[in-house]
Every structure is written in C-alpha cells, then in structure tokens.
C-alpha cells in the first residue's frame, strides 16, 4: 500500500534559517504530492502540490520538488519566520483504485525570535 | 463562502453516550472524508465519501458510523463512545476523489471520560 514519511521533529529554527524538512512516499504510479500546514488550533490548509515528476510546488516562500527517482518531496524555506510555527504535514493521492489519501505523521515546526 | 464548517467545536461525553458530529461544504465538492488526529499519529482516515450516495470504511472505521445527507453535508456518528476515541475530528472536502486538494473543517475536540 501507499505509505508517507517524514522527518520526526520538533524542528527548532532561529529567525531567518535555512529550512529543510525531508519527505518520502511510497506508491504504485504516478501519485500526487502534497503539503499542508496546520496553525495551533485550526484545521489543515494546502501549502503547495506537485502533480507529475519534477514539477515544483511553491506558495508563500516554501518550495518542493517531486523527485519521482528518489521518490522523494522535502519542503524548504530560505528564511523562515516566526510565523512560520506549524505542523507540516506530507501527503500522496492518486485516482483509480483506492480514493484514501497518505498522509505522513506530521513535523512540528518551532521558530525564536 | 464559508467553506467546510463543523459543529461543535467542542464535546465531552460519558463512555456509552452516543453522539453525532456535523459537517457541511459550500464548494460543491462531491468528495467528503472524516479524519482523527492523535498525538505522534497524523491523521487517520475514519470514513470518506467518493461522491453523494456512497460511503467507504478508512484505516479507522471501528465503533463509527457515517452518513452522506446529501451533497453539502456528512456526519459522523459515534454509537457508544468509549475513551479511546477521545480525538480531535477533522472534516474534509475535495472536488473529486484522488488527485485534488483537500480543504479541512477547524475541527471538533471530542473527549470522552
């Protein structure tokens, strides 16, 4: 079956770091690759997609690289924000067969001042 | 355009009381999921519906029960709850089932005692 994994966290991150938070899947064909972030206290919202191979997802400075050969899509920031203190979810849909959607375990994010 | 709205926001209830959770989409949308969130476990998949008339049993089906009203709205049922599905519920919606986006409710805080 599809399966999603992602880097444990807490990740913990001084203002204006570098970001990098890794993910892999595992899945028959041509999946599609998500991440979404959820706030304290709210539910989940897209942060950026990919739908074919190295296609890159972008929004709001983040950005990640559906990387089919190392079946790979780690989300990176140049600088994060305090903000930017969420749990980051990775996550894998495809059509046909099973409609259930992987998601990962989540990482939590922290960023200081 | 509000989105997907749940209600309520917040329950607590004794082992054996039965309860239903609401959840409604304005999008059109003909795809609804519910999920759990557990600390240290993601999200896990209790119920979706592909399209208004079906339902399908998630990773997480046990002591459930769902129905699609119709295309705007899905319910999840708890027919006797117990301690263990103390949870934080979140309803989804996406345009189809596989490929898209899903778009998340601000979720329910269910505790039973």
């Known amino acids: 079956g599809n399966s999603v994994t992602q880097m444990e966290g807490p990740v913990t991150l001084s203002e204006e770091a570098f970001l990098t938070i890794n993910c892999t899947y595992t899945?028959?064909?041509?999946?599609?690759l998500f991440w979404y972030v959820q706030y304290p206290g709210e539910g989940l919202q897209l942060l950026l997609k990919a739908t074919k191979a190295d296609d890159k997802g972008s929004n709001k400075g983040f950005e990640a690289t559906y990387r089919k050969e190392t079946t790979s899509f780690h989300l990176e920031k140049g600088s994060v924000q305090v903000s930017d203190s969420a749990v980051y979810f990775c996550?894998?849909?495809?059509?046909?067969?099973?409609?259930?959607?992987?998601f990962g375990r989540g990482t939590s994010l922290i960023v200081h001042p | 355009n509000a989105g997907v709205t749940q209600t309520p926001k917040f329950q607590v209830l004794k082992t054996g009381q039965s309860m239903t959770l609401q959840c409604a989409q304005d999008m059109n949308h003909n795809s609804m999921y519910w999920y759990r969130q557990d600390p240290g476990m993601g999200l896990r998949l209790i119920y979706y519906s592909a399209s208004e008339g079906t339902t399908d049993k998630g990773e997480v089906p046990n002591g459930y029960n769902v129905s699609r009203l119709n295309k705007r709205e899905f319910s999840l049922r708890l027919e006797s709850a117990a301690p263990s599905q103390t949870s934080v519920y979140f309803c989804?919606?996406?345009?189809?089932?596989?490929?898209?986006?899903?778009?998340f409710g601000p979720g329910t805080r269910l505790t039973v005692l």
């Open positions: 989804a919606s996406s345009e189809a089932p596989g490929l898209d986006e899903q778009f």
């Open positions: 899945a028959t064909g041509y999946p599609s």
């Open positions: 996550a894998l849909s495809q059509s046909g067969g099973s409609y259930i959607p992987t």
